[in-house]
T-cell receptor
Framework: AQKVTQAQTEISVVEKEDVTLDCVYE???????LFWYKQPPSGELVFLIR??????QNEISGRYSWNFQKSTSSFNFTITASQVVDSAVYFC??????????????FGKGTKLSVIP | GAVVSQHPSWVICKSGTSVKIECRSL??????MFWYRQFPKQSLMLMAT?????????EQGVEKDKFLINHASLTLSTLTVTSAHPEDSSFYIC??????????????FGPGTRLTVL
């Protein structure tokens, strides 16, 4: 069974601070995919990144960066110089690749980020 | 990018009535769509996998007779909440899967439908 743990339920930071959202996953699949989504108050999920299990390179996209560590089964997300618009719930998700019925996403419980001006 | 729409975006209904929610892939065909439910301040929980032309696969604990799923075309899946009750009030989100092989398989999410049952 797959599992995604986001231990931080809520985080508050002051604008311009850096913040890291933690994600730890469990899977028996050798090939799998990790995702981060942003859910603003409107409710619509915004896709941020997808990473497959064979690519451990860290990625940076503007103020966002992701640290994938297979050795610790973690896929952490850092926002640099946070802004009020970053306030949202962030979900980490996992998808396997084990044949029929795969590609289903298992979501973590989410981390609510509040950026205070 | 691929766009998925949902209709309605919100609905209020009386207890005991049925509500139909549509999920459409606007610029691509999707043989597989997923339906999720999200209660306030909680995560998305997969309800069922909808496959075009075949019966949906429901997750454990989801009543298939209460949540009817029809995926009659490659661009449309519908979720009907039958005999809705207040505890069915939730945010329902669909997604459509694009198969490209390997890491490029991706789910595209609709904007969600907020259901309130009085």
């Amino acid at each position: 069974a797959q599992k995604v743990t986001q231990a931080q339920t809520e985080i508050s930071v002051v604008e311009k601070e850096d913040v890291t959202l933690d994600c730890v996953y469990e899977t028996r699949d050798t090939t799998y995919y990790l995702f981060w989504y942003k859910q603003p108050p409107s409710g619509e999920l915004v896709f941020l990144i997808r990473r497959n299990s064979f690519d451990e390179q860290n990625e940076i996209s503007g103020r966002y960066s992701w640290n994938f560590q297979k050795s610790t089964s973690s896929f952490n997300f850092t926002i640099t110089a946070s802004q009020v618009v970053d306030s949202a719930v962030y979900f980490c998700a996992l998808s396997g690749d084990s044949g029929a019925g795969s590609y289903q996403l298992t979501f973590g419980k989410g981390t609510k980020l509040s950026v205070i001006p | 990018g691929a766009v998925v729409s949902q209709h309605p975006s919100w609905v209020i209904c009386k207890s005991g009535t049925s509500v139909k929610i549509e999920c459409r892939s606007l610029d691509f065909q999707a043989t597989t769509m997923f339906w999720y439910r999200q209660f306030p301040k909680q995560s998305l929980m997969l309800m069922a996998t909808s496959n075009e032309g075949s019966k949906a696969t429901y997750e454990q604990g989801v009543e298939k007779d209460k949540f009817l799923i029809n995926h009659a075309s490659l661009t449309l899946s519908t979720l009907t909440v039958t005999s809705a009750h207040p505890e069915d009030s939730s945010f329902y989100i669909c997604s459509a899967l694009i198969y490209s092989g390997g890491a490029h398989n991706e789910q595209f999410f609709g904007p969600g439908t907020r259901l309130t049952v009085l």
